[in-house]
DNA sequence: AATGAATGAGCGTTCATTCAT
DNA sequence: AATGAATGAACGCTCATTCAT
């Protein structure tokens, strides 16, 4: 991710202090005011470093959205990755895996999330950064992979489309952390947030999973306090 | 040809194909290059008129996408608000009734559901424009009252958030739609939509209707040569 | 004034008409937002007849204003020459006169001698109407040939330059009525503007004229009480 | 003007070079074309500058005649007021002051008392520049406090109005000045310039003050080499 | 004569990028 | 490395003028 690193110590460091701090700046930016947005004179100030230097580390706003991206984007890209091409594992564990990894990013960083979201993933169609232009596709064929392997071992329902499951699964994860980004769900307390996790994979899992395989299901009925009365409806019995 | 009342008749329709030219033009340099990607100048070319003209018909360019906007997006909401607040028709129905609606629109302009979904549905952050700007958020709640109407009627599991379920089926619906848009599916024949609208529909009920309600399926595996002797089923009785 | 007449004369008329109102709605807009504010749709709406026709009655907007100028001006500065060349009048006699020109001028349409003061008399050096650009120029060295004159004749005080004459009186003349176009004398009554004008023909007039020749002064004394004392003198001691 | 001179010291005075040479430029432009015959292109070709160059130093078109108008106007102004408003000099030696004034500016910047007369004085009806728009106002009011305190003094004949007196001695100094600016005085030498000035000052003052009142006549007759002989002709005998 | 749609040059403003220090 | 002044292409919008009817 870093090619520089030599020199000093200290000014390595040093370097790349600064260029993270424009770095996080431009999300900031990027975050309030989408890519159009924000001008370099933004993310400069933001920064509280000169105009002239942000291109001392980046050679252009593409290139430094692309960074954003990678910073952002790739990591996010890799942890999903890790959990769709586990060995050992089954469709269940994996997409709640990557449930799991969408749901942890957001708790750590709204915000980055919501430049993810808004700007990288959903860059529009003309594209303004070439290489993450269609960032979410690739994310999304990953995980048809992932569906069309488990099909194979007849983890998945066989009438299904792999890419149309990846599709419905991205979609769902994607609009589930939409409604917290943008307010449509008010309750965004830790609590809440496995909640959603939970229902958003939860319902995925068995509208695609074949009738046969029964879903792990955990307790995250809200807090109805009939609720107790109420049978753990379960799955199937 | 000038005679007054011949003149005005003509002068009408006239001025509406002029309107509606650019508004096309408009759409499709929109899908082409997004809201900041497209100058009135390509808007003009694509029109094949004066670049003032476009200035003639609209006030700026925000009331040009916001005419965009309305004419596009504003005829699918109450489409979809239609189903989703049907008197006497099941969450099924509905469900599948908003798929169909979202999937013909598709089939009827993809181009313009291109520009729904890329630039309207999701404008970014800063919002362009701003009575569209949640327009999506306005859809996603309108469905959150279906699901929690029919919550209260035992047509949707009760441990469910309906918020976060209009989320899912948004979600899924888009994303789903977006794999087309995107060139993901690569088959992008009407029974393909038709199959793929299916499965949307069926995989998301199947995750949320309570166990004990069946669901009505429809035939639309890929490959099952067999599926010429299953009858057309309908809706469900 | 008008050239045109021939034809019919209910043509011509009507014509004539037509033209008189768009050169109204001119002088109206002109005074309202200046040359430059003042845009032919503006005068078109005004006038109540469509945009193009302005185009038919007048080659462009500079003709327009020239027209406007012509008819404004033109008249006035004839009214002011036909004073200023009179053969068998004192000084102070034209002085008085054209203070009455230019004071009957603003009683009778107070809006057209803004337009005078403001966009035609004075306007910026650049000029927008070539002709009419030195317009109150000419008025200057007009005046300054009767002041020669009346200088030759004894009737002005040797030692002033008849051109620097013409400039005072001009100035102060066209700065006492700006003070009534600008709203800085709040009394505009017909009485108040027969003050203003007898204190500038006077104040003038004693400050140019020899010692010698004394000053006719008309009673124009605002509301001294005890002006009834004072002896509503004609001519002074 | 002048290329590099020095280095670091200088900085702070080269960008106060930098933004002076581009409101020389726009004074020159503007005197020139007016205000709106004034486009930015002009104002940094005027200067040698880049096109944005000019936006670096000025908000925009109005922010740049707005610190036009306060560079020339406002000094100008206070002086006037300086005058105006000091506390033991006579009537007559305020007004011969201010004319002292306008006529020192005059001759240390024609072209400024151009822009100053034409474009900032003057702004037509609509008015660009919102403060200061009515800038004349502002003086023409301050001297009629000047005049109004004289007045109560015994300094100004009773029956005359303080305000219109004002407007006379401002319009008479304005005229004055615009006699010049537009070449109407072909002799711009300094003494014919403090010829004008004296007999402005001195028409004004003969024609205002009260009879009893004699006025410092300063020697300005234009060729009379005999003048030296002639008595001082006091004001009344 | 009358209408108003159509045209396009012109200008103010923005902002990514470069450059001198 | 760091700064911010300097550059100029690009684009939205206006509006005088023309043109077809």
Redesign the pocket.
């Known amino acids: 991710m870093s090619q520089r690193q030599s020199k000093s110590v200290e000014a390595g460091s040093?370097?790349n202090e600064?260029r993270h701090t424009i770095l996080r700046a431009a999300i900031d930016v990027f975050a309030r005011k989408g890519y159009h947005g924000c001008?370099?004179?933004d993310v400069a100030r933001e920064a509280g470093?000169?105009?002239?230097?942000v291109?001392?580390y980046f050679k252009?706003?593409?290139e430094l959205l692309e960074t954003v991206a990678e910073t952002g984007w790739g990591g996010f890209v890799s942890r999903i990755r890790a959990v769709a091409e586990e060995e050992n594992s089954s469709l269940e564990a994996k997409v709640r895996g990557i449930a799991d990894v969408a749901f942890e990013a957001y708790r750590v960083d709204p915000r980055a999330v919501k430049v993810l979201i808004l700007e990288i993933a959903r860059s529009p169609a003309g594209g303004h950064v070439a290489s993450r232009q269609q960032a979410f596709l690739d994310v999304i064929r990953m995980a048809a992979d992932m569906f069309a392997r488990a099909q194979a071992e007849g983890q998945l329902r066989p009438e299904l489309d792999p890419m149309l499951c990846a599709s419905l699964l991205c979609g769902s994860i994607e609009m589930g952390l939409t409604a917290f980004v943008s307010g449509l769900m008010e309750d965004r307390s830790p609590e809440a947030l496995d909640r959603a996790k939970a229902q958003i994979a939860e319902s995925f899992l068995r509208g695609v999973l074949p009738s046969s395989a029964p879903l792990t299901e955990t307790s995250w009925k809200q807090e109805s306090p009939s609720s107790g009365t109420r049978p753990k409806v379960g799955k199937r019995a």
Chains 1, 2, 3, 4 share one sequence.
């Open positions: 040093r370097e600064r001008r370099i004179a470093v000169a105009y002239g230097l291109y001392h252009n706003k593409d």
